[in-house]
């Protein structure tokens, strides 16, 4: 039997056939004003304060007015137990039933709940929990807050802008339902534990800790979760203090995406930032926050753009994990673009594949545990990795780039980089196969790597570039340059722009079979070895007036393969050679040229030196003054160190 507040509505209504017609006419319009008027039932017992709205649209006011005193206020009515004022000694316990329903939580002269815990429960509907901003004098709470939303729109704010609505909880627990859109609130809170906080449905969903700039602190960890299949997705902490870990995960998304920006915080725990796959676009802001333990930043695939920024951050976990899914426009991962962040562990950043494009931009920074940075699956149209364009970038460890084919180019671009550590400080770049590929190190400003070096550029199908500038190398195996496989042009060279200081080899290999330049102006090595592994054209030039000069203070190797090479040292600047210095031109109609700036020990006697121009029509052009005892016809001990030329000329 259906019951209004212990009525029997249906008995009521046998009664009233009973009456005149114009007295039932009267409790006829009276049942009228009952129904569409909002009836909220109050029920105190054993201190536990409860409160059950309509199915209609309840707006409620709970006030706490000093400690443990609560004062209710509606717009409708108060049945039961009426609008207080209540000396609770238990728990608050809200229910609001149906219908659009607004709750407001205010704290008069610093009201605080000392006993129970605090729960609401907005039902379906439109629905609102909140703590207004101008009537605020601070609220505690000794337990904790639960608020539970539902099918509808719902939004809730806890704390606010207003530097007085401030808002103390032993833990903050929100589930704010599915279906429709989703807000929640945080601000200006001292949360003694943890934080909890769930959105779903169909909407946009957002969450917001600190979004108004008050300062809070959370005594344990704080979750944030938003479910699948919202449009887009809002999730921000900011001047925030949080003792425990801090994980922030957004489902798939639809045409809004999802962002998350984490700011001017500290997290004593791990950091875990993750958004689902998109139909729209997918951003990451990290700036100015701390972090002590571990940290992952991730977000899916997107249709539209992926975006990850790291900046002013100080990250001191063992490991630190950064990676963008697979975008239809493009994926990028920037690390200080305006301020240096500080990694204490290893840094990876990746970017899957897609058919747009993939950029890692590592403006500056100071990476203790080593850096890889990946654009690691094959497809996108461009590859692009590059480093040190605003300030220096200091790694202590290994430094490794990888780009993967793609299907336009793949370029790194290495500036202001220095590595360090007693075994560690090597740098690795490798790029896959592309239409166009360049490495270029050291172009406007200085490199300094404590280990060794070692570039490669896969098979190109329009260019492939090494160029290497004001870098220093001092690794025992020293420098290694190789472009690898077929290449319809491919150039590597070392000092353009700048002196390049290797301590101890620089090894150059080339396996193009066609077109290939080897260019040395100005540098410094231990030894020089150049291979050309796939046949066809050289052109090797050392120092012939791009650069300052050249100096190798060990052996020299140079080995042309087949092909018709051209080989020109010390025309331009000076040549410097300390030790031995072979040279082996191949089959084909070859060229080697030593200027009258050659002048080193190396060719001061002819035990130093062997210069062979292999089969085919050879040209040798020789300075006297570089070449001890060179002369026409060759005397007898030069005999046998110019070999395979068919014609010798002297410059």
Do not use: C, H
């Not at 009228?32 to 409620?60: K, P």
């Amino acid at each position: 039997m259906l019951n209004f507040f212990g009525t029997n509505v249906f008995a009521r209504k046998r009664k009233v056939k009973m009456l005149p017609i114009d007295i039932m006419s009267r409790i006829e319009t009276l049942e009228d004003r009952v129904v569409l008027a909002s009836q909220i039932g109050v029920a105190f017992s054993n201190g536990n304060l409860t409160l059950t709205g309509s199915a209609g649209n309840d707006d409620v006011i709970v006030t706490i007015t000093g400690t443990n005193s609560i004062m209710l206020w509606s717009t409708g009515t108060f049945t039961g137990a009426g609008a207080g004022p209540f000396l609770v000694t238990g728990n608050v316990n809200i229910s609001m039933g149906g219908g659009d329903d607004t709750v407001s939580l205010v704290g008069a002269s610093s009201g605080k709940l000392d006993s129970g815990d605090f729960l609401v429960d907005l039902g379906a509907g439109n629905d609102s929990f909140f703590t207004p901003d101008g009537v605020n004098a601070g609220i505690t709470f000794t337990g904790n807050v639960s608020v539970q939303g539902g099918a509808g729109n719902d939004s809730m704010q806890l704390g606010g802008s207003d530097a007085a609505n401030t808002f103390v909880v032993n833990s903050v627990t929100v589930d704010m339902g599915t279906a429709g859109t989703k807000t929640a609130t945080l601000d200006r809170a001292t949360i003694g534990t943890n934080v909890s906080i769930k959105t779903g449905g169909s909407g946009d969903q957002a969450v917001n800790i600190g979004a108004a700039g008050g300062s809070s602190t959370v005594g344990g960890s704080v979750t944030i979760t938003q479910a699948n299949g919202a449009t887009g997705y809002t999730a921000g902490i900011t001047n925030f203090t949080v003792t425990g870990n801090v994980s922030i995960s957004n489902g798939n998304s639809g045409a809004n995406g999802a962002n998350v920006n984490v700011m001017t915080s500290s997290v004593g725990g791990t950091l875990s930032v993750v958004n689902g796959n998109s139909a729209g676009t997918n951003g990451v802001l990290v700036l100015t926050t701390t972090v002590a333990g571990n940290s992952t930043v991730k977000n899916g695939s997107a249709t539209g753009t992926n975006g990850i920024t790291l900046q002013g951050a100080t990250f001191n976990g063992k490991s630190n994990t950064i990676s963008n899914g697979a975008s239809l426009t493009s994926s990028t991962i920037n690390l200080g673009p305006t301020a240096a962040s500080t990694f204490a562990g290893a840094v990876s950043a990746t970017n899957s594949s897609g058919t747009g494009n993939n950029f890692i931009f590592v403006q500056q920074g100071t990476f203790l545990g080593g850096l890889a940075l990946s654009n690691n699956v094959a497809g996108a149209v461009q590859n692009q990795i590059a480093l040190g364009f605003t300030g220096t970038v200091a790694v202590t460890g290994n430094l490794v780039i990888t780009n993967a084919a793609s299907t336009t180019s793949n370029t790194v671009q290495v500036e202001r980089t220095t590595t360090s550590g007693v075994k560690l400080g090597d740098v690795t770049i490798n790029n896959g196969a592309s239409g166009t590929t360049s490495v270029v190190a050291g172009s406007g400003n200085s490199n300094f790597i404590s280990g060794n070096l070692t570039i490669r550029n896969q098979a190109a199908s329009v260019s492939r570039n090494i160029a290497l500038s004001q870098t220093t190398v001092l690794g025992g195996s020293g420098a290694y340059l190789y472009n690898v496989g077929l290449s319809p042009l491919s150039t590597i060279s070392v000092g353009v722009n700048g002196v390049s200081t290797i301590s101890n080899a620089l090894k150059i290999e080339d396996g193009s079979g066609s077109s290939s330049s080897i260019n040395l102006q100005s540098a410094v090595l231990g030894s020089f070895n150049f291979t050309d592994l796939g046949g066809g054209s050289d052109v090797i030039t050392i120092a012939t007036g791009g650069g300052s000069s050249v100096t190798v203070n060990g052996v020299t190797r140079i080995d042309t393969g087949g092909g018709s090479d051209t080989v020109t040292i010390g025309t331009g600047a000076t040549a410097y050679f300390g030790d031995l210095v072979v040279i082996a031109l191949g089959a084909g109609n070859d060229t080697l040229t030593i200027g009258s700036n050659a002048s080193s020990p190396a060719f001061s006697t002819a035990a130093k030196f062997q210069f062979d121009g292999g089969a085919g029509t050879d040209v040798f052009n020789g300075s006297p003054i570089s070449l001890a005892d060179f002369m026409l016809p060759l005397p007898g001990k030069l005999k046998s160190k110019i070999t395979g030329f068919e014609t010798l000329n002297v410059i």
